[in-house]
């Protein structure tokens, strides 16, 4: 009895469910479906990575597959393109960076390598440098062998290994020149002098870059009450 029971409440459950009890019947909702279409990404072509390269005629350009070597009189550097872009010699003899797919990441590539080969081929033939000026009473700069010893207010020097790739010159005890072919290695040098003791706002003193701007802010001794 309990069973029969049971079973009459499922099937009454699963018609109304079903929309039969009663005579009535579910409506069905129509389903759309939804297409994607799919576009190709336009890029524009990067402004500085379609400009070309000119080689100088005392530098020697190696090519390989994605790897390139650029030698001159200052030094030697190589550099290994991913698979984004590529590099072409032209009969005139300078460089051109294209793309060799059409993405966006190669469109960021393209400037970026550009950018970094230029900087490979002015550096091993002119070189780069960074001027940097200590002001301060009692700051100065020295060349002891290998090493760079500033006096910049500290209780002992401040002592630096010069790196093998790096020149340093130092001009009446205040300006220091930091010079090399690599450029991303002249610059770190250069900041690392400055991060010792960088310019203060109020007096200017410390190290800064002979180009370099401060700031200046005025104490609470100057303002006007």
């Not at 009459?8 to 929309?19: E, I, M, Y």
């Not at 051109?96 to 550009?114: C, D, P, W, Y």
């Not at 500290?154 to 005890?173: G, L, T, Y």
């Not at 370099?212 to 100057?222: F, I, Q």
Request: proline content about 4%; hydrophobic content about 35%.
């Amino acid at each position: 009895m309990a069973s029969s029971i049971i079973s009459l409440q499922t099937s009454n459950l699963r018609s109304a469910f079903l929309g039969e009890k009663n005579g009535s019947c579910v409506s069905s909702i129509p389903i759309t479906r939804v297409s994607l279409v799919r576009k190709a990404i336009e890029c524009k072509e990067s402004r500085i990575g379609k400009q070309p390269i000119t080689v100088p005629s005392n530098v020697t350009i190696t090519m390989e597959g994605q790897d390139i070597k650029v030698k001159g009189p200052l030094g030697e550097m190589a550099l290994t393109y991913p698979r984004e872009v590529k590099v072409d010699r032209e009969e005139s003899g300078a460089l051109r960076i294209r793309k060799s797919v059409e993405t966006r990441r190669a469109n960021q590539m393209h400037g970026l390598f550009r950018t970094l080969t230029d900087n490979m081929v002015v550096g091993v033939s002119k070189g780069f440098e960074k001027r940097l000026q200590l002001i301060g009473v009692g700051y100065r700069a020295t060349l002891e062998g290998k090493d760079l010893v500033l006096s910049l207010g500290f209780s002992h020097p401040v002592r630096m290994a010069i790196p093998d790739d790096i020149q340093v010159k130092v001009e009446e005890n205040t300006r220091i020149v930091v010079s090399g072919y690599d450029k991303s290695d002249v610059g770190q040098f250069a900041a690392t002098i400055r991060k010792w003791r960088p310019p203060e706002p109020y007096k200017g003193k410390g190290v800064k870059y002979a180009d370099e701007v401060v700031r200046r802010k005025e104490g609470k001794a100057g303002k006007k009450k």
